[in-house]
């Protein structure tokens, strides 16, 4: 049970690590980009702070989940890039199914069924 537990982590830096790997489907982006793909999709109810946006990055490029490379941004600069890996496409799925058994649990308990 613990390690369960452990795997499950922190809820916040899970949701946003899935986040940014449901964001890369969409295709390769920076940063900046994934941030405010991540806003606008969820209509500015999540803010993404550079100080989780950047380490998340790293932790899931260090997990072979994304990877990255350098580019040219919209605005004519270099630009660190990131794709989503094959790994990192399984790992969503993963991840997704695991926020869908959470959000069905909790609605549970917020909206129990009538007796």
């Not at 499950?8 to 964001?23: F, H, K, P, S, Y």
């Not at 991540?38 to 072979?64: F, K, M, N, T, W």
């Not at 989503?84 to 496409?89: F, M, N, V």
Request: no cysteine; proline share 3%.
């Amino acid at each position: 049970m613990a390690k369960r537990k452990t795997a499950e982590g922190d809820m916040l830096q899970g949701t946003l690590d899935m986040l940014i790997l449901q964001t890369l489907v969409l295709g390769p982006a920076h940063g900046h980009s994934i941030a405010h793909a991540i806003e606008q999709r969820s209509e500015d109810i999540l803010q993404v702070e550079h100080g989780s946006l950047y380490p998340a990055l790293y932790r899931l490029e260090d997990r072979g989940w994304i990877a990255a490379f350098w580019g040219t941004s919209e605005n004519n600069r270099k630009a660190k890039y990131y794709r989503l890996t094959h790994a990192g496409r399984k790992q969503l799925a993963t991840e997704a199914s695991r926020w869908e058994r959470l959000v069905s649990g909790i609605s549970r308990i917020m909206r129990p069924a009538a007796e």
